[in-house]
């Protein structure tokens, strides 16, 4: 019975936080939902989460292949290990904080909001990295496996979890407006601390193969 629950769990967790920080997405969905209402919200929101689902789906085939090819995996550790510090380098000490800008967002037709949904989670590359590092991460410490029913328990979960934060999102426009001036002024040091957390779990990874 575990076996079924911890896959629906991770997905659930891992999309949440995925997808939690204020971004294009999420912030499109609460304003569609201020401006249009929230039927044409929820529309724009099942169009993202289509293709965060092939997306996700795409990036647990990838990493099955990686996790059984363990010197692509350790391979792909140690560039991974490059990106993460040469990213938390950048945030923490080069990257200036963006300008967070008020302005409402202008969409086209009210009509379309579907497509839309569709057209900006298909810009955002962000899910199939993170996915494949959650994935094998999860199967490095035998709590996730490549098995036909787990993985399509897991993208449940990720289309649950994506779901929820994007109706949160819908839902509770007013009270995260007032929070976002925050996550801007300190974006960068999040995104830093993040991949310096990644950088340190892989380094970890890395010692562990060789010793």
Same mark, same amino acid.
């Given at each position: 019975?575990? $076996? ?11 999309? $949440? ?24 919200? !929820? ?31 350790? @391979? ?43 057209? @900006? ?8 990295? #993170? #996915? ?12 996730? $496996? ?8 897991? @993208? !449940? ?14 839902? $509770? ?6 929070? =976002? ?20 779990? =892989? ?5 562990? #193969?060789?010793?």
């Amino acid at each position: 019975m575990m $076996s079924l629950i911890l896959p629906l769990i991770f997905g659930f967790f891992s999309s $949440s936080v995925g997808i939690a920080f204020p971004g294009l997405i999420n912030m499109t969905a609460a304003k569609v939902s201020m401006r249009d209402g929230r039927d044409r919200a !929820l529309l724009f929101v099942l169009g993202a989460v289509i293709i965060i689902f092939f997306q996700t789906m795409a990036a647990v085939f990838f990493a099955r292949f990686i996790d059984s090819h363990p010197d692509v995996t350790n @391979l792909l550790r140690e560039v991974g290990f490059g990106v993460f510090i040469a990213l938390t380098i950048y945030f923490f000490f080069i990257a200036k904080a963006p300008k967070h800008k008020k302005e409402e967002l202008k969409t086209q037709s009210k009509t379309n909001r579907f497509f839309l949904g569709m057209l @900006l989670s298909s810009l955002n590359l962000f899910p199939i990295p #993170y #996915y494949v590092f959650i994935t094998i991460t999860l199967a490095s410490y035998r709590l996730f $496996s490549f098995e036909s029913m787990s993985i399509f328990i897991y @993208l !449940l979960g990720v289309l649950v979890g994506s779901f929820s934060v994007f109706y949160y999102y819908i839902t $509770s426009f007013v009270k995260i407006e007032s929070k =976002t001036d925050f996550f801007f002024r300190n974006i960068n040091k999040i995104i830093g601390t993040i991949t310096g957390i990644v950088s340190l779990i =892989t380094l970890i990874n890395i010692i562990k #193969y060789y010793f």
